[in-house]
Every structure is written in structure tokens, then in C-alpha cells.
């Protein structure tokens, strides 16, 4: 059996600024807060002996593992991302950023708002512009119909609205 895992498609490098700043706070929180902690209980976890059964140091260094992981893809990753700082030209389709309200085929509406892979947070309803939804709804004019086909079947949506923020 192989560890073989094909290459992941690359994500849009598109990002909004709040996104943006969120990324950097979790940098600076991981590399000068947490990192520098996890690292001192790994120390005195050390200095208490035996550390094949010691709970503190295997654990700290499991954590250091991950923060280190974390840190160097946050680093890459804002290196290559592109802040969009500027509305659309046309806003009356949709582009990134917009919030865009959708009726389904029950004539429910549902609000999203297309954003960067790195924003994603379904609670507050944002979508990925490289999701299915999200690819399907890019360019769309105000009251298009579009079709997307997720694991669950076939959903169509008709979009209602589209707004713009200010970034």
C-alpha cells in the first residue's frame, strides 16, 4: 500500500483584506504567543527525565509539530495571495466579494458571499469562489438560473440579488 496522494488543484490566490489580516494575526499568535509557551513546557518536560513516557513533552512536542506546519504554510501561502481591495467594474454580475442572494427551487432565498479558499466560514455563509456553487455563480448576471450538481443531486437557483461591499 503507498502513501501516494495526487496533487491537490490549486486554490485561487484571491483574498479580501479582513481575510488577509485574520491570516497574519493567526501567524503572529502562533510564532510569538503560542510557540514560544508550547516550547518552554517542553523544556521543563525534558528536564523531569525520562521523556519516552512523559505526557507533557510528548504532547508539546506533537503541538510544536503542528504550530511549525501551520506557520510555514501560512507564510507560503500569504506570499503568493492576492489582496482584492478594488470593487468590480460591472457590478451587476457576480465577481469576487459579492454577497449574492439566491432562490431556490422552493422559492427559499439563501445569502452568500464569494470569497477567497482561505475565508471559508459557513457560519457566516461565505463560499469559496473555487467551490461548485461558487465557480457556477462567477459572471452571473442578476436573475440567471444556474445548475449545480453536488452529492446530494441537482439543485438549481435563480439569483435575486447581488451587492458589492466596500472594502
Known sequence: MSRYRPPTKPMSPYITPEGERALKDELHFLWKIERPKI??????????????????????KKRLREIDHRVHYLRKRLEILRVVKELPTDQSKVYFGAWVVLLNEKDESVRYRLIGPDEINTACNYISIDSVLGRALLSKPLDAEI???????????????????AF
Open 147 to 165: 445548475t449545480v450538481q453536488t452529492p446530494s443531486g441537482q439543485h438549481r437557483y435563480i439569483i435575486a440579488n447581488i451587492e458589492y461591499p
Open 39 to 60: 516550547t518552554q513546557s517542553v523544556s521543563e518536560a525534558a528536564a523531569q527525565g525520562d521523556r519516552s513516557e512523559n505526557a507533557d513533552y510528548i504532547y508539546g
